[in-house]
């Protein structure tokens, strides 16, 4: 396994691990960009379940390549739609979905490569 891979994985997880908590839990601070942009504070915790799920496919990526890549693209994913959400919102602030996509996509091209 790369080590560069192995190192953005775990960074990955550790912040989507960290970020589906604080999604179940109602985290005021993530409440109130949720705010902004209009999304309904009570499907909050219901963005935490992908970003869960994503934690649990880039941990049995180490031992399944193709399903940490699986859950690498589905946070691509998720992280696109976020920044578009607050594009079309005219939410211009610069928040967490930025770096978690570059983390994201740092994991999944690290992961097709190793794949």
Do not use: C
């Not at 550790?14 to 504070?41: C, H, K, Q, T």
């Amino acid at each position: 396994m790369n080590v560069a891979y192995a190192v953005f994985a775990a960074v990955t997880i550790a912040y989507n691990a960290f970020s589906a908590g604080a999604d179940f839990l109602r985290w005021e601070r993530i409440a109130e960009g949720m705010d902004r942009v209009g999304v309904s504070r009570g499907l909050l915790p219901w963005l935490g379940v992908p970003k869960a799920a994503a934690v649990i496919g880039l941990v049995v990526g180490f031992w399944v390549p193709w399903v940490g890549v699986a859950a690498a693209v589905g946070l691509v994913l998720f992280y696109g739609l976020a920044i578009a959400t607050h594009v079309r919102a005219k939410d211009y602030s610069f928040g967490l979905q930025y770096p978690f996509l570059v983390l994201a996509a740092g994991t999944l091209a690290l992961g097709v490569a190793v794949v």
